[in-house]
Structure formats: C-alpha cells, structure tokens
C-alpha cells in the first residue's frame, strides 16, 4: 500500500516497501539518485542499480551529502535494531540524521 504526504517545503513523499517497487524497473536521469542506508551496504546498492535500467547515481548517505538532485528514492532498511527509539538506543539519533541528510537531497 502506497503512502503519500507533502513535505513542509513542497516536496512529494512516497513511501513504498521495496519488495513492491521491485515489480516496476526504474529508469534515471543524470538528475536523479537512489539513496541507501543499511547494514549490508554494497549489497544493497548493487540490487539498486540492478533495479535501475539506466541512468542515475546509487549512493549511501555519506557519500550524498553535500549533493542536490532533483529527485531522490531513500532506500533505507528500516528493520535495522538501529531505529529502536528507546533511550538505551542512541544510534536511532544517527538513523534521523542520515534520514534526514537523505530527504534534503531532493531539490523537488
């Protein structure tokens, strides 16, 4: 089930869980990039470009920050221990914070 929202400054948000967009081969621009967090990184990104039939950058978060496209998919994997909000869990502040540097990569 896809999910909508608008970003404060305008920005079109969908959410969707990976396994669905997989039916759907992606085709990027120059202007456009898929973002990754997880814990098996290189695994992740290589099923990216898999998944993108030209075009495009696949990055981690480091490796975007600093940058700006027009449009960005976050590919983060959210079943990591890492988003467990609870106090014991300080690496669910480093989580925001890449989720947040990934959301602002999108100038659209």
Known sequence: Q???AV????????LVHWADALY???SFG???AVITSSNNE???????????SSG???????ES???EFQDVVIAFDLDRKAWDPSPDHVQSLRMLRELYVAITRAQR
């Not at 290189?42 to 993108?52: P, S």
């Not at 495009?56 to 480091?62: T, Y």
């Open 7 to 14: 970003k404060d400054l305008g920005i079109k948000v969908l």
């Open 65 to 67: 920050k600093g940058l």
């Open 24 to 26: 759907e081969k992606a």
């Open 42 to 52: 290189a695994d992740i990104q290589e099923e990216m470009r898999k998944w993108l």
């Open 2 to 4: 896809k999910e909508r």
């Open 56 to 62: 495009g950058f696949v990055l981690s978060v480091l």
């Open 30 to 32: 120059p202007s456009q």
